[in-house]
């Protein structure tokens, strides 16, 4: 799974993670016409079985034809939990004609261990190589129930009420003027900001446009400058800050300069030689060197002190990969760099991940454009940009 809108959340956004530095924003108002819900916590909107759930969300959006066999066809064939799983007891699913899809619905006995079940799936999935699960949840809990909506269109009515998105990827982003409230489990966040693949979910006007793409000025695309990259003050600082990120950092990291050197066939980094030739001042390396067998997950951190002459140099390495045949090798890597630092890796999840925490990737390709709804900003050396967006790995 994804993304395009989340990919492009800038660095003003907040961690969902980070919960008990965020700010609470209060209540969603229901719709006009709906009866007002209560002051409750986020999701605490009024449920507890399955036909308690149907008649909260018809108060929002169409809930129909509810239907309790597991044997349903409208039910998810996966990644939804079955009667057993994460404590819930009851499984149902009905019909959403104004949003034109489907809704199914979990009834959870406890609902933090169901929102610690579906906290461990996600990190599985994430320690399994799909780096991005969970960012695009479609997972919005009320109270005493759980709603799996089929299509944006319900999901963004059943937000107008007290229910809320539960995000458990620590990549998720939330812009300003969305509500952050704290879950029942620690890592995980609720909020009213559903994000979507295609941009049909809730609009996000601090996400960067390609202003190549027509129509005039866009909202969120910064005229000058950078909407903003990470910095870090050290080596050691960037180590923790991409921690969460599948470069292997946390188990496998040295700045031995033998170590930094080694390379293989398989993860060849873009600085070669001297680091200080490239503007750099200071380097790691992520990964099992071979040791005797062949090395594995292999990056590199940097921390640059003349970030033109590192994009400079960059480019004429990506140009000399280009002149063999118009692509750049699978193994070579690709630099993502922030304000004041750089990661040189190949592991297109691990840059998936790397792109939410807003590095973004030095593109120097002849005639490249990136789609509207990803970032694209002007690099420090001309010809080359600033994106998250990878036409060799397109979102899925």
């Keep these: 799974m994804r993304i395009k809108r989340i990919l492009a959340t800038t660095a003003a956004l907040t961690c969902l993670a980070a ?25 605490a909107a009024a449920g507890g079985s399955l036909v308690e759930a149907q008649q909260y969300m018809r108060q929002f959006t169409g809930c129909e034809d509810l239907g309790t066999k597991p044997d349903d066809p409208r039910l998810p064939s996966g990644d939804f939990p079955k009667v057993g799983q994460w404590s819930v007891t009851e499984v149902g699913v009905c019909r959403d004609g104004r949003g034109e899809g489907d809704i199914a619905i979990a009834v959870p006995k406890d609902m933090k261990a169901f929102q610690a079940g579906y906290q461990q799936y996600v990190m599985d999935k994430i320690a399994g190589g799909d780096g991005a699960y969970g960012l695009f949840s479609n997972v ?4 005493g129930f759980v709603a799996f909506p089929t299509k944006s269109k319900s999901a963004m009515a059943l937000l107008r009420s007290n229910i809320r998105v539960l995000v458990c990827n620590p990549g998720g982003r939330v812009p300003e003027g969305y509500k952050r409230e704290k879950p029942l489990v620690e890592g995980c966040g609720l909020t009213d900001f559903f994000a979507t693949e295609d941009g049909s979910g809730s609009p996000n006007f601090e996400t960067p446009q390609d202003p190549a793409g027509g129509g005039g000025e866009k909202p969120g695309q910064p005229k000058t400058g950078s909407l903003g990259l990470p910095r870090a003050g050290s080596i050691a600082e960037l180590r923790t800050l991409v921690n969460n990120s599948p470069l292997a950092c946390k188990e496998h990291f040295s700045t031995d300069p ?34 005797g067998q062949r090395a594995r997950n292999l990056s590199w951190l940097d921390t640059v002190g003349d970030m033109r002459k590192l994009q400079t140099k960059a480019k004429a390495a990506q140009q000399a990969d280009l002149k063999d045949d118009g692509e750049l090798r699978a193994t070579a890597s690709r630099l993502l760099v922030g304000e004041n630092v750089a990661v040189e890796t190949n592991n297109a999840s691990a840059r998936f991940v790397l792109y939410q925490m807003q590095f973004l990737y030095l593109n120097c390709v002849p005639g490249f454009s990136a789609p509207s709804g990803y970032r694209l900003e002007k690099a420090q050396v001309e010809g080359c940009v600033l994106t998250n967006y990878e036409p060799e790995h397109p979102v899925r």
Aim: glycine share 18%; hydrophobic share 40%; net charge negative.
């Design 19 to 43: 919960l008990p530095g965020c700010k609470g924003g209060g209540q969603a108002a229901p719709p006009p016409g709906a009866p007002a819900s209560s002051a409750a916590p986020a999701g």
């Design 140 to 143: 919005l809990v009320g109270k």
């Design 258 to 291: 033998e170590a930094v050197a080694i390379e293989s066939i398989d993860f060849q980094p873009v600085i070669k030689g001297s680091a200080l030739d490239w503007g750099v001042t200071g380097r790691a390396l992520c990964g099992q060197p071979a040791d």
